[in-house]
């Protein structure tokens, strides 16, 4: 094998892959056909369950340093204000969910801070490499990237909505484009407004909001419909003050809603916006990207409980789907611990309290913060006064009981491998 694992793609999610399997000295190589990185901001809100990952990943100081957190929306009638929101009013840290509202963070510096984690790690992207062909067999995948065969354990398609890797599966994309709403999106370089506010105007005619992205001179465009920048400023604000100086990076955008049949073909795996598309609003694809990235990392580390991805990612895909739907045809600003990604789970039941396959939270034990304990690629037992709780490499809990923790182990004796245990007394308050 020339690799155990190729990655297609390098945006979030491929990255964060990557980053996830380097430090677990797992064999990869990131290829992505763009001849250099992406510089678009495509999404550019963070939620809590994704600065959970990159807390775990090393990066969290990095990522916070680029963001803002309560950016507060104001919405306008030409130069009027009519009203202010915080879409994340209430939404505070505490010591169980330590990231608790949404990080506003363009999506290129999200991916910088990646690959300089990735590059920390001895690894790197390798770009202008396009993937041409692939077939698999019993023992591995054998890809054609600019007309020379690699081979590799398994391959994972992170290469987007137009993605090469499912469509030559011949995987489904299950769903519907809705034709008559398009939005234009971009990054631009204005005059004439604050960088304090996400400024937005909205009547009949469509809307238009202006977002200004955190450690940049930009701000994120979006607009109902298509046309000119700034005669669609011009029209929707009815105003002559602000004035779009550049464009450096655009895109028209048709609201598809789609996910595919299956998340794995042999040993091809589907993540990202390869495996589901959706409605921008509430600003969760790049969040589930990631997510999908960090379920696939720590299975593929293992060469254990592959099947699992798709039985676990799956039903948030179509979770997904009707979330982002539902708030793309309400309009609607709310922000709960859904949208946040706080409340998502692979438990099997809906029985009160902490289940297995529940997101651990964080809290404070007499050995210390319990994120501090889970962070790194191993198994963690928290011992407790009341029973001691398995928690899988990704944060989720694998098992609670005694009982239940060794039964997870002979039916997944590899996960012991890698395996510690940490006395962690009470209950956190």
């Not at 990735?118 to 790197?124: D, I, N, R, T």
């Not at 077939?135 to 993605?163: E, F, M, P, W, Y």
């Not at 700034?230 to 028209?252: C, F, K, M, P, Y």
């Amino acid at each position: 094998m020339d690799t155990q694992v190729l990655i297609i793609g390098a945006g979030p999610t491929g990255l964060t892959l990557a980053v996830d399997l380097a430090r677990r000295g797992v064999a990869f190589r990131i290829v992505d056909a763009a001849p250099q990185p992406f510089h678009g901001s495509r999404g550019k809100g963070l939620q809590p369950r994704s600065m959970e990952v990159f807390d775990d990943l090393g990066v969290i100081d990095e990522i916070l340093a680029s963001g803002r957190f309560h950016l507060r929306m104001r919405h306008y009638r030409g130069h009027e204000v009519v009203r202010e929101i915080d879409m994340h009013e209430g939404h505070y840290p505490t010591p169980e969910t330590p990231y608790a509202s949404t990080l506003v963070i363009p999506q290129f510096r999200v991916e910088q801070i990646l690959r300089d984690r990735l590059a920390s790690l001895g690894g790197k992207v390798e770009y202008g490499m396009s993937l041409t062909d692939f077939t698999q067999d019993d023992h591995g995948v054998t890809a054609t990237i600019n007309g020379t065969d690699v081979r590799a354990s398994h391959l994972v398609g992170c290469d987007g909505g137009k993605s090469f890797v499912r469509k030559h599966l011949g995987v489904g994309f299950v769903g519907e484009t809705w034709e008559d709403q398009r939005m234009l999106v971009g990054d631009v370089r204005a005059t004439g407004l604050d960088r304090e506010f996400w400024h937005g105007w909205g009547d009949e005619t469509g809307f238009l909001g202006l977002c200004p992205l955190p450690g940049t001179d930009l701000y994120q465009f979006q607009a109902t419909g298509d046309g000119d920048f700034q005669e669609i400023v011009n029209a929707r604000t009815g105003r002559s003050d602000i004035v779009i100086e550049e464009v450096t990076w655009s895109s028209l955008y048709r609201v598809n809603i789609r996910m595919v049949d299956r998340f794995r073909v042999g040993r091809v795996f589907l993540a990202g916006d390869a495996a589901h598309v959706h409605s921008p609003a509430g600003g969760q694809g790049m969040n589930t990207g990631i997510q999908d990235a960090y379920n696939l990392g720590w299975k593929l580390g293992l060469d254990a409980l592959l099947d699992t991805y798709e039985t676990e990612r799956m039903p948030v895909a179509e979770w997904l789907l009707g979330l982002t739907t539902r708030l793309h045809q309400s309009r609607s600003m709310k922000r709960d611990d859904d949208t946040l990604q706080l409340n998502l789970s692979y438990r099997t039941d809906d029985a009160p309290g902490l289940r297995a396959g529940d997101r651990m939270p964080d809290g404070l034990t007499e050995s210390g913060r319990i994120f501090d304990l889970l962070r790194g690629p191993h198994f963690t037992t928290l011992d407790r006064a009341d029973g001691p709780i398995l928690v899988r490499p990704d944060g989720y809990i694998a098992a609670i009981g005694e009982s239940a923790i060794d039964t997870y182990f002979r039916q997944t004796p590899v996960a012991q491998r890698d395996h510690r245990r940490v006395a962690v007394g009470d209950r956190p308050a």
